[in-house]
């Protein structure tokens, strides 16, 4: 079985399941994720993620090597990865104390 993946489609590293979107992808288009033809259901803009293979609630997704959050439910192979299925799974290293702001005076 070819595990030919669309040429717009980036794998970083070996160890991630997601591609990086490289060039504008249009809804009802198909592309090809690892030999498997996939219909994109809605676009998906540049720098975007796909899965590289399905995965399951509560998977992490990792991306350059690293992970950055948790699959919130299923996610099919080639299934665009964003915010209404990926909970980020990195943490502040700072808090600001009662009263303070982000803005400086």
């Known amino acids: 079985m070819s ?3 669309d040429r717009r489609l980036l794998l970083i590293g070996q160890e991630d ?3 990086i979107v490289c060039a504008p992808l249009a809804a009802g288009e198909t592309v090809l994720v ?3 033809s996939v219909t994109l259901p809605h676009a998906i803009a540049i720098g975007h993620k796909l899965a590289r293979s399905a995965l399951h609630t509560g998977d992490k997704v990792v991306r350059y090597g690293a992970i950055i959050g948790s699959a919130t439910r299923p996610i099919a192979q080639g299934e665009h990865i964003h ?3 990926l909970a980020s799974d990195y943490l502040p290293t ?3 104390e009662e009263g303070q702001s982000y803005v400086h005076h």
């Open 34 to 36: 690892e030999g498997q």
């Open 3 to 5: 595990k030919e993946t």
């Open 83 to 85: 915010t209404h299925n």
């Open 17 to 19: 399941n997601c591609l």
């Open 94 to 96: 700072y808090t600001l």
